[in-house]
């Protein structure tokens, strides 16, 4: 039972233009929402998050945009620079335990210089 | 360098054999989270744990697998008689405190079953 999707395995997108990973949710109950990135035989790295209170977040290049009604998040990256090559997770949580993240299958990024 | 720190990074075990993996928190994290990832697809959580208790073990399989966090030492997850599709990544993620608090993660443990 897949609760977190990311519908696009992959993504190629040229250096210095915006960068879009999408992500969509099932369970209405989530109400925290992080990216990770993770480069090959490494751990995932937390990039951001964002709570279901806010509709959006931004930390330098990296924005990510919640839509509740739609259940869909979205990472923006801007400029998109070669190091952002790896792939990015979504994930997701809910309630007073949060114990749990819900993780999507995943998105390559590739940008191109 | 203070992060979540996992070994072996790398482990091969035979069909039927144990294997242990172990995971130090970050420094100052008191709880700790298990991951798995198996080929082309997402990480599943299998079980949350603080010191000498384990909290939430909703993902772990109900047989073979455990997991502890004892008072001193690293958190232990433990796998018996492994089979071929226990071939997976295995990540640690450890975070400050309870609920819904960014979890850090490790570099990862790689099971190979032969």
């Known amino acids: 039972d897949q609760q977190v999707k990311q519908n696009s395995p992959s993504l190629s997108v040229q250096e210095g233009r915006i960068s879009i990973l999408n992500c969509d949710y099932t369970?209405?109950?989530?109400?925290?929402f992080l990216w990770y990135k993770k480069y090959p035989a490494e751990g995932p790295t937390f990039l951001i998050s964002i709570s279901s209170i806010k509709d959006k977040n931004e930390d330098g290049r990296f924005t990510v945009f919640l839509n509740k009604s739609a259940k869909h998040l979205s990472l923006h990256i801007v400029p998109s620079q070669p190091g952002d090559s790896a792939v990015y997770f979504c994930a997701a949580s809910y309630g007073d335990t949060g114990n749990q993240f819900y993780f999507g299958t995943g998105t390559s990024l590739t940008v191109i210089p | 360098n203070a992060g979540v720190m996992q070994n072996p990074r790398h482990l091969v075990r035979r069909r039927g054999q144990e294997a242990r993996l172990r995971c130090s928190p970050m420094k100052g994290h008191s709880h700790v989270y298990w991951y798995r990832q198996l080929p082309e697809e997402g990480l599943k959580f299998m079980v949350y744990l603080q010191k000498e208790n384990i909290i939430d073990e909703s993902g772990m399989p109900k047989e073979r697998f455990s997991a502890e966090f004892p008072k001193e030492g690293p958190s232990i997850l433990r796998i018996q008689q492994v089979v071929r599709g226990d071939s997976a990544a295995y990540f640690c993620a450890s975070s400050q405190s309870r609920g819904q608090e960014t979890q850090y993660f490790g570099p990862g443990t790689r099971l190979l079953v032969l």
């Open positions: 369970n209405s109950m989530f109400d925290y």
